[in-house]
């Protein structure tokens, strides 16, 4: 059986367009992938907590002298045994300030780990994950996908790269804020292309 990973970042639930976009991605997949197992996370209801002085060590080389630093490796080795376990991973990604939210990049500090997700060599960095399929779904009041005001976009495909993940499907819904019907229909149909 395979195992669909689905990443919500929005902070605004059921009326959030990625949210949206991940139930239509969710539901047409399950025809594509029969028996699929998903498993959610959500980071706005189950909030990924910010690195700080004392976890940094912990997440960073594995101290784990206090509880604090014992709680966040144990947090970290669940997410990143998600990711191992998962055939698909399925992310919304919603531009807040023209980035991503901050729930997903404390995600993103959570599994980054050296000798675990990642490793230097010396022929440069190598991601550890399993180059599984990859789908992100970014939305955004304004439109800036493959414009130089796109920050986000170049920053995943670095940052999911430099984890191993290089198999990266983007679907975008842009200038939802005067024209929320369209964008969405027009995701839609890239969902289809996806699943079909």
């Known amino acids: 059986m395979s195992t669909l990973l689905v990443l919500r970042t929005s902070v605004n639930g059921d009326s959030s367009f990625s949210n949206q ?9 399950q025809s594509k992938w ?21 976890t940094v060590g912990a997440i960073r ?9 014992r709680a966040a490796i144990a947090l970290s080795d669940e997410l990143i045994a998600e990711l191992k376990n998962a055939d698909y991973l399925a992310i919304g990604l919603p531009r807040y300030n023209f980035t991503a939210p901050a729930t997903f990049k404390s ?6 780990r050296a000798g675990i997700t990642f490793s230097y060599t010396e022929k440069g960095p190598q991601g550890l994950l399993p180059n599984i399929p990859v ?3 970014v939305t ?6 493959d414009t130089p005001n796109d920050t986000m976009v170049p920053w995943l495909r670095q940052i999911l790269g430099f984890l191993g993940l290089t ?3 983007f679907v975008y819904a842009e200038g939802l804020a005067y024209k929320a019907e369209a964008a969405m229909a027009e995701a839609g149909k890239r969902i289809d292309e996806l699943t079909a």
Do not use: T
């Open 34 to 54: 029969l028996g699929a197992q998903v498993i959610e996370r959500d980071l706005n209801a189950q909030q990924v907590p910010m690195l700080n002085s004392d």
């Open 135 to 137: 789908y992100i779904f």
């Open 107 to 112: 995600y993103i500090d959570y599994i980054g």
């Open 61 to 69: 080389v594995g101290v784990n002298n206090n509880e604090e630093r």
């Open 167 to 169: 198999n990266l499907h």
């Open 21 to 29: 976009l991940l139930d239509e991605f969710i539901a047409k997949s």
């Open 140 to 145: 955004g009041g304004g439109e800036y996908a």
